[in-house]
T-cell receptor, first 114, second 112 residues
């Protein structure tokens, strides 16, 4: 399977702490993306890291990619209660029939306690 | 700016009834369009994708079908719903060679 797997499945931390989520995948990729989903809502794109990049920052987000280990991590620094959501990694794009497909993991549910 | 509209937000349908979920995109041309389903507490399963009008690819055999009658309109349908069709349905679009998906707000379908 090409599916990414996030770890841990659930994470509960206190406001102000850092949250780290990991993603492992099985096949070669062009890029890896992280998405956020608030309960009952659509996914929102957070950050994309290309296969030739090792680290990327966006605000309080830091993403690393280790293609030799086929893994990525998402770090949220100084977490806030509003960061409570599920976070998904998506690998790809895998081109098939002219369309670019992403393969999503099952997500990490993050709870930030005030 | 590009926007994506998906409706309805929630839907409760009896077993055996038909289904039609609609998704429209504004502000872009010839997008790749996708339908995903998300079971409770699970990841996303790609159901259908489309690279152009009338071009539909199915990822998994199922009780559902998709159509793209216009460039920026994507419809998910069923003739007879099953209990197992319950879930959270998400529409998304992307621009070719970019990979990034933009998602609609989703439809919570409960088949009773």
């Amino acid at each position: 399977s090409q599916q990414g797997e996030e770890d841990p499945q659930a994470l509960s931390i206190q406001e102000g702490e850092n949250a780290t989520m990991n993603c492992s995948y099985k096949t070669s990729i062009n890029n890896l993306q992280w998405y956020r989903q608030n309960s009952g809502r659509g996914l929102v794109h957070l950050i994309l890291i290309r296969s030739n990049e090792r680290e990327k920052h966006s605000g309080r987000l830091r993403v690393t990619l280790d293609t030799s280990k086929k893994s990525s991590s998402l770090l949220i620094t100084a977490s806030r209660a509003a960061d409570t959501a599920s976070y998904f990694c998506a690998t790809g794009p895998f081109t098939q029939g002219g369309s670019e497909k992403l393969v999503f993991g099952k997500g990490t549910k993050l709870t930030v306690n005030p | 700016s590009q926007t994506i509209h998906q409706w309805p937000a929630t839907l409760v349908q009896p077993v055996g009834s038909p289904l039609s979920l609609e998704c429209t995109v504004e502000g872009t041309s010839n997008p790749n369009l996708y339908w995903y389903r998300q079971a409770a507490g699970r990841g996303l399963q790609l159901l259908f994708y489309s690279v152009g009008i009338g071009q539909i690819s199915s990822e998994v055999p199922q009780n559902l079908s998709a159509s793209r009658p216009q460039d920026r309109q994507f419809i998910l349908s069923s003739k007879k719903l099953l209990l197992s069709d319950s879930g959270f349905y998400l529409c998304a679009w992307s621009v070719s060679n970019r990979g990034r998906h933009t998602f609609g707000s989703g439809t919570r379908l409960t088949v009773v």
